[in-house]
């Protein structure tokens, strides 16, 4: 009688691993689908129509008066080329931070711990790219980005990364002309 219950006790575990077996196979097959599934989305998002959709969106974006405009359209094109010719990140960080000398200078200078990664992120935010498209330009996976975010904050002080958004466009509103 005990025999019988040694028996049915091992086929139970026996039952359980391989329910436990199917149950990961099924998890990592899941998985392989989403991550094909993620990787046809980016394919697409490479595409000519989602650069155009980008540019509709930076221009949208940018400029209020003649002089910011003019400073404004420089940025506009230097992200325009980034996404167009796959220049490389020194290229626009640099090109950005010309055109928004005065307010990162001020922003290196109140917070030395920033990173050029930190200043350039800000100036995208800035100029109103939301998160999706700084994580294009950047190359950058949104967990990353929003964990750039936090620190960013926290070097600056600030209690949230959605108030990061208002002190970028603050910050880059003194390249602005008085009205």
């Known amino acids: 009688m005990e025999t019988i219950y040694i028996i049915i006790f091992f086929w139970g575990i026996l039952l359980s691993l391989f329910m436990m077996y199917v149950g990961i196979q099924y998890g990592i097959i899941r998985r392989k689908l989403e991550t094909q599934e993620l990787q046809r989305k980016l394919a697409e998002a490479e595409t000519e129509e989602w650069r155009e959709k980008m ?6 974006k940018i400029a209020l008066t003649e002089e910011a405009r003019d400073r404004m359209t420089r940025g506009e094109d230097l992200v325009a080329k980034y996404i167009y010719h796959q220049q490389g ?42 998160n999706v498209e700084v994580c294009s330009i950047l190359r950058m996976e949104k967990r990353t980005l929003y964990r750039r975010r936090q620190l960013i904050a926290q070097r600056i002080g600030l209690s949230s ?15 602005l002309p008085e009205n």
């Not at 540019?55 to 949208?60: P, Q």
């Not at 950005?96 to 995208?124: A, G, H, M, R, W």
Request: with cysteine.
């Open 161 to 175: 990364s959605t108030a990061l958004e208002e002190f970028a466009k603050n910050m880059l509103q003194e390249t």
């Open 55 to 60: 540019l509709d969106k930076v221009k949208e």
């Open 89 to 130: 990140i020194e290229e626009l960080s640099t090109e950005l931070f010309s055109i928004y000398q005065k307010p990162i200078n001020t922003v290196k200078k109140q917070y030395p711990d920033l990173t050029e990664l930190d200043l350039l992120v800000i100036c995208l935010l800035g100029i109103g790219m939301d």
